[in-house]
């Protein structure tokens, strides 16, 4: 899983910069498929840490 900045900048790279996925995933060292991803995604993945009861 990515961080949020990543998320955040993958989404500032193809809407503001108009970058395309490929040219995303190239420049940032990640999968096409990754990009595509989280650019079909309205908000940042975030982590859930559970309480473990006991």
């Known amino acids: 899983m990515i961080k949020m900045a990543q998320f955040h900048h993958i989404k ?4 503001v910069e108009g970058l395309s996925q490929r040219q995303i995933a190239q420049k940032l060292g990640i999968s096409r498929n990754t990009v595509s991803k989280y650019l079909k995604q309205n908000e940042a993945p975030t982590a859930i840490h559970r309480q473990k009861n006991y």
């Not at 500032?12 to 809407?15: G, S």
Request: no cysteine; aromatic share 24%.
């Open 12 to 15: 500032f790279l193809h809407e």
